[in-house]
T-cell receptor
Framework: QQPVQSPQAVILREGEDAVINCSSS?????VHWYRQKHGEAPVFLMI?????EQKGHDKISASFNEKKQQSSLYLTASQLSYSGTYFC??????????FGSGTKLNVKP | EAQVTQNPRYLITVTGKKLTVTCSQN?????MSWYRQDPGLGLRQIYY???????DKGDVPEGYKVSRKEKRNFPLILESPSPNQTSLYFC???????????FGSGTRLTVV
């Protein structure tokens, strides 16, 4: 029941854009997005609760397509501080969580 | 400062020796959860709790126990640790459903 994230890794130059996808094999209750820097704990970015909902957080935004059972995270004009591993977390049943295996993002000067 | 505190940060133990990893949050959160993180597998939920005395199994509960006697504390107990429980463990809390989780700093456990 673990969601599938793609791509597994991305290398960007500062200022470039990236999209990270998260797909589920069954209907979702909600989608969370987290970022984890090396040696640190995951940090919550945003949660999407309704199909079609889009949320933004600085230049990071996300969408949730309930029909396609997937969510996408958009990183616009990436900064060095965006480097890290991004995880989506899916709730199928209330509070029972499954995280994707992560997408490593490396932003270079 | 609002935070989730885990102890210890690092622990090396021997197979079969019971251990407890403590987790405490000072945000009056209802929901708490334990995860283990292994390379290539991401974060996997071990147990979660929706309130005091209410706990349930996550995706990988075998070999672990939890208790929630007080709202702020959610300890993880390994009654008889084995080498396959060597991992990085995170405790997390949330005010309630539909809100994001705040994670503790992690506990790196090695079982030899």
């Amino acid at each position: 029941q673990q969601p599938v994230q793609s791509p597994q890794a991305v290398i960007l130059r500062e200022g470039e854009d990236a999209v990270i996808n998260c797909s589920s094999s069954k209907a979702l209750y909600s989608v969370h997005w987290y970022r984890q820097k090396h040696g640190e704990a995951p940090v919550f970015l945003m949660i999407l609760l309704k199909g079609g909902e889009q949320k933004g957080h600085d230049k990071i935004s996300a969408s949730f397509n309930e029909k396609k059972q997937q969510s996408s995270l958009y990183l616009t004009a990436s900064q060095l501080s965006y480097s890290g591993t991004y995880f989506c977390g899916i709730e199928y049943n209330f509070n029972k969580f499954y995280f994707g295996s992560g997408t490593k993002l490396n932003v270079k000067p | 400062e609002a935070q989730v505190t885990q102890n210890p940060r690092y622990l090396i133990t021997v197979t079969g020796k019971k251990l407890t990893v403590t987790c405490s949050q000072n945000m009056n959160h209802e929901y708490m959860s334990w995860y283990r993180q292994d390379p290539g597998l991401g974060l996997r939920q071990i147990y979660y709790s929706m309130n005091v005395e209410v706990t349930d199994k996550g995706d990988v509960p075998e070999g672990y126990k939890v208790s929630r006697k007080e709202k702020r504390n959610f300890p993880l107990i390994l009654e008889s640790p084995s080498p396959n429980q060597t991992s990085l463990y995170f405790c997390a809390s949330s005010i309630r459903g539909n809100y994001g989780y705040t994670f503790g700093s992690g506990t790196r456990l090695t079982v030899v």
